[in-house]
Nanobody, 122 residues
Framework: QVQLVESGGGLVQAGGSLRLSCAASGRTVSSYSMGWFRQAPGKEREFVAVISWSGENTYYADSVKGRFTISRDNAKNTVYLQMNSLKPEDTAVYYC???????????????WGQGTQVTVSS
């Protein structure tokens, strides 16, 4: 079993930055691809970014490309999401998840965190 705990969310003004962290426990996630998803009020959960187990491959949703950066530190069993140039439409609950493959489909993810709220004010 893998437990994932997100942190780093909060309230920020448009144009600001936040860094989300996802700490894994229970077993190492160094062999898992790690993804970030988000769910805004009244909307379905959507893919944000994914990083391969080695960190060599990353993929982003078009809506965040160039503004968000996903990274990982396998020694710390932690994944990060650096979010810059935040917009009000980035407001959502952000979830990290672990999967055995690199994917933008939430159905392929085996483990999920509880989420952290990000609110961007205009």
């Amino acid at each position: 079993q893998v437990q994932l705990v997100e942190s780093g969310g909060g309230l920020v003004q448009a144009g600001g930055s936040l860094r989300l962290s996802c700490a894994a426990s229970g077993r190492t996630v160094s062999s898992y691809s790690m993804g970030w998803f988000r769910q805004a009020p009244g909307k379905e959960r959507e893919f944000v970014a994914v990083i391969s187990w080695s960190g060599e491959n990353t993929y982003y949703a078009d809506s965040v490309k160039g503004r968000f950066t996903i990274s990982r530190d396998n020694a710390k069993n932690t994944v990060y999401l650096q979010m810059n140039s935040l917009k009000p439409e980035d407001t959502a609950v952000y979830y990290c998840a672990a999967a055995l493959v690199v994917s933008d489909h939430e159905g392929t993810y085996d483990y999920w965190g509880q989420g952290t709220q990000v609110t961007v004010s205009s």
